[in-house]
T-cell receptor, first 113, second 115 residues
Framework: KNQVEQSPQSLIILEGKNCTLQ??????????LRWYKQDTGRGPVSLTI?????NTKSNGRYTATLDADTKQSSLHITASQLSDSASYIC????????????FGTGTRLTIIP | DAGVIQSPRHEVTEMGQEVTLRCKPI?????LFWYRQTMMRGLELLIY????????DSGMPEDRFSAKMPNASFSTLKIQPSEPRDSAVYFC?????????????FGNGTRLTVT
């Protein structure tokens, strides 16, 4: 069964600090991995999409890495801001479309001033 | 573009009542998805449409749930009769195939509470 596991479940850090969120998956075949940010009371918003051949992708202060051999991904947030407080969801797909996505349950990140 | 629009944002109803959730996808998107999100299970796909045709409804939990897409700009998810365990946030999302990986665009959801 395809699975996506994220760690930690929750994380609290001080504003300005860096942090790294982890995602392990057992989806097969593998096509691409996405990271979404979900603010409280809002829908998830796409941060990055990485295909099999990509091992890093950045979106501003967010940098995602992918190791397809070990089936692991990380999302690194640099110089955190209060607006980074959200849930971050790792999603893995076995093809280009969106019909067969496997979702992680997310990491809840809280930034404190 | 205004993005995916869902209504209502919040719905509180009593057990046994009919509930209808509404969604307007992004113009030009030919795929529409309905998801349910709970703390315990995260995001779960209920059903998706391609060009207004339901393709896979295997995620619909029971016959009490039904979804329609009468045209390219409107879809509904109906629960009849509703039960307390249906309480969750329901998201609509849309996307299109571009020959490359296409992101899923979510609405802001409908928070359903069934008492």
């Amino acid at each position: 069964k395809n699975q996506v596991e994220q760690s930690p479940q929750s994380l609290i850090i001080l504003e300005g600090k860096n942090c790294t969120l982890q995602c392990n998956y057992t989806v097969s075949p593998f096509s691409n991995l996405r990271w979404y940010k979900q603010d409280t009371g809002r829908g998830p918003v796409s941060l990055t999409i990485m295909t099999f051949s990509e091992n890093t992708k950045s979106n501003g202060r967010y940098t995602a890495t992918l190791d397809a051999d070990t089936k692991q991904s990380s999302l690194h947030i640099t110089a955190s801001q209060l607006s980074d407080s959200a849930s971050y969801i790792c999603v893995v797909s076995d093809d280009f479309g969106n019909e067969k996505l496997t979702f992680g349950t997310g990491t809840r990140l809280t930034i404190i001033p | 573009d205004a993005g995916v629009i869902q209504s209502p944002r919040h719905e509180v109803t009593e057990m046994g009542q009919e509930v209808t959730l509404r969604c307007k996808p992004i113009s030009g998107h030919d795929y529409l998805f309905w998801y349910r999100q709970t703390m315990m299970r995260g995001l779960e796909l209920l059903i998706y449409f391609n060009n207004n045709v339901p393709i896979d409804d295997s995620g619909m939990p029971e016959d009490r749930f039904s979804a329609k897409m009468p045209n390219a700009s409107f879809s509904t998810l109906k629960i009849q009769p509703s039960e307390p365990r249906d309480s969750a946030v329901y998201f609509c999302a849309s996307s299109t195939l571009t020959g490359a990986v296409s992101p899923l665009h979510f609405g802001n959801g409908t928070r359903l509470t069934v008492t």
